[in-house]
């Protein structure tokens, strides 16, 4: 069980420093299903657990900048009163942005690590 936290960690890792690029969910999900190894089941557990951690710290820095950008007069303004659905529905796209697309490359990670010589251990990057 221990492996799978750890595991998951990296595909986080993963996430988080490539955050700056579009789509690094996918790749952070991968990493972790393609370290794991097991099957598709297994990838798809894994790259939603890493998507659910690397959530966490992106989260932190997406609400202030969403209140912000709330406030510059992107979106709707704070003050308004369908803000508490404009929320729902941003943050409804953000988990499945993040969640969702680790999880696909979870699935990703363990078709490669199945059919594949590629090594996606991110521990040989470092």
Known sequence: MRETFVDAGWGALVTLALSILP???????????????????????????AGVAAMVPLLALFIPSLFVAGLLGFGIPPS??????????????????????????????????THTEWNLDPVRWL
């Open 80 to 113: 308004s009163p369908g803000y508490g659905l404009f929320l729902a529905l941003v943050f409804a796209f953000f988990l499945g942005y993040t969640v969702g697309l680790s999880a696909l490359g979870g699935l990703g990670g363990a078709w490669a690590r």
């Open 23 to 49: 789509f690094s969910s996918v790749v952070g999900g991968a990493v972790a299903a393609n370290r794991h190894g097991g099957g598709y089941a297994s990838g798809l557990w894994l790259g939603t657990l």
